[in-house]
């Protein structure tokens, strides 16, 4: 009974906490050079241009989707957060080169298990850009998205953001 009336309460003040799936340096999403990212069009979020070719779970999440070219994961959280990361800008046309992936959809990750390895220097050679969008694709359904003031980021350490519940 004191569940049902206090429930909803509780429910309310939870917030979920992610830490930065690579290490580099922290950019806003506006300053991304694709408007698809920089305009919020799939939702909001931050961005990494990282100094290492090694993505982490940013957060405990089950793996929703690998895309086949491996350049992009989507998890969701248990809290029901759906988080893109999209491992550089125009990757998708180099058809999975350079990428290696060691999860699957449905798979369970903990937090700062590593996901995809990829070839920096490829990417910077063959894709516009190296720039890593971590997105929540569902916001509407949650509070506020408290992003950090930091310019640098270490994988696993570095919190990014934090999402509240509504």
Do not use: R
């Not at 959280?77 to 800008?89: D, P």
């Not at 080169?97 to 937090?111: H, L, R």
């Not at 390895?117 to 408290?146: M, Q, Y």
């Amino acid at each position: 009974m004191f569940k049902k009336l206090f429930g909803k309460k509780e429910e309310t003040n939870k917030e979920e906490t992610f830490a930065s799936p690579t290490t580099g340096k922290i950019v806003s999403l506006e300053q991304v050079p694709d408007p698809v990212f920089s305009e919020k069009m799939m939702g909001d979020g931050i961005a990494i241009e990282p100094a290492e070719g090694v993505v982490a779970a940013p957060v405990d999440a089950e793996i929703l989707q690998v895309f086949p070219t491996k350049h992009a994961v989507g998890l969701k959280t248990a809290s029901g957060a759906e988080l893109l990361i999209h491992i550089g800008l125009e990757t998708v046309s180099m058809n999975g080169e350079g990428f290696e992936s060691f999860i699957k959809a449905g798979d369970k990750v903990k937090k700062g298990q590593k996901l995809i390895t990829f070839d920096l220097n490829l990417i910077k050679e063959k894709a516009k850009s190296t720039v890593t969008p971590i997105i929540v694709t569902n916001g509407e359904l949650f509070g506020e998205l408290a992003k950090t003031s930091e310019h640098q980021a270490v994988q696993g350490e570095t919190v990014l953001f934090t999402l509240k519940s509504k």
